[in-house]
């Protein structure tokens, strides 16, 4: 019998600003409102999980401390209390409890602060990304967009970490990791902005959306093809993976027109899926 559909709504968790040039090649000089984009998601067998948790309050204030306070001059966010993930959970009837997993993208503070909100949550990562930041501290852990106060201190306790899902000698999507074993939530290796990245594919009644966090950071990238400003290599893992990764991401919304791809700060994404429904 084939396994019943999943169920994904995608929320916004607050709001940074970033200029178009930095976020793609060729970009203007403009100033964009970025959002910070998560997913809840609906397991018919494992209940109710998320795509990363991004912005919490908590996030802001672990960033006034040096040199994290380096983070926010980057990249200025806006984040309310009410729009932390666990603040929103009482709309669909949850709350922070019935969250039983969380897929956990990379390890940037914007992807990972509302992971003490969860304290019942499984962990899933790839083992890469979490031995890329696990002993990082200081200015090592703020080149890596890492903050160590934002991590559950019971986190490895906690986690399921996936090996096969990278390397070097494959491109991005050449291996899947079949989440619970029915195809309904695939991970996908998605190199270059941060070691051992995973995006997500998930299968509901309605749409089929792939979540690739920051495999690109707008909609127009992936269409067109255009990676992020060279100069990004300053704080992401690999600019030339990362380059490869837009590429296949451009390939596959060329063969898959009917899958919704979302990126995680993408304004347009943010219009076109959040508030969509949980279906």
Same mark, same amino acid.
């Given at each position: ?11 916004? /968790? ?7 040039? !930095? ?9 964009? @409102?970025?959002?910070? =984009?998560?997913?809840? !998601? %609906? ?9 990363? /948790? ?17 983070? %926010?001059?980057?990249?200025?966010? /806006? ?12 709309? *669909?009837?949850?709350?922070?409890? &019935?969250?039983?997993? !969380? ?13 003490? &909100?969860?304290? %019942? ?10 031995? &890329? ?20 201190? #019971?986190?490895?306790?906690?986690? /399921?970490?996936? $090996?096969?899902? #990278? ?11 079949? =989440?619970?074993? $029915? ?39 992936? %269409? ?10 300053? *704080? ?7 380059? @490869? ?30 508030? @969509?429904?949980?279906?």
């Amino acid at each position: 019998m084939a396994p019943k559909s999943a169920v994904c709504e995608v929320l916004n /968790t607050g709001w940074a600003t970033a200029p178009e040039w !930095i976020l793609l090649r060729g970009g203007g000089r403009s100033q964009m @409102r970025v959002p910070a =984009l998560v997913a809840l !998601i %609906r397991h018919p067998r494992h209940g109710w999980g998320l795509f990363d /948790t991004g912005y919490a309050p908590r996030v802001p204030q672990a960033l006034t401390v040096w040199p994290f306070v380096a983070y %926010r001059w980057v990249a200025p966010m /806006t984040v309310a209390s009410a729009g932390a993930v666990a603040a929103q959970l009482p709309r *669909f009837g949850l709350t922070a409890g &019935d969250i039983a997993w !969380i897929v956990v993208s990379h390890f940037h503070a914007d992807h990972v602060g509302g992971l003490e &909100d969860f304290p %019942r949550a499984r962990f899933i990562a790839s083992r890469s990304a979490y031995d &890329d930041i696990r002993t990082r501290t200081g200015c090592s852990a703020l080149r890596r967009a890492f903050v160590p106060s934002l991590m559950p201190r #019971d986190f490895e306790s906690r986690a /399921t970490l996936l $090996d096969g899902l #990278d390397g070097p000698d494959r491109p991005a999507l050449a291996r899947a990791h079949d =989440l619970f074993g $029915d195809g309904l939530i695939m991970l996908y290796n998605l190199p270059g902005h941060a070691r051992g990245q995973i995006g997500a594919l998930v299968r509901t009644t309605t749409w089929n959306v792939f979540l690739v966090a920051d495999g690109c950071w707008l909609s127009q990238a992936f %269409r067109e093809n255009r990676p992020p400003h060279r100069v990004t290599g300053v *704080f992401v893992d690999s600019v030339r993976a990362a380059a @490869r990764t837009v590429a296949v991401l451009h390939e596959y919304a060329a063969a898959h027109p009917d899958t919704a791809i979302v990126p995680s700060h993408c304004p347009e994404a943010y219009a076109r899926h959040v508030g @969509r429904g949980a279906a």
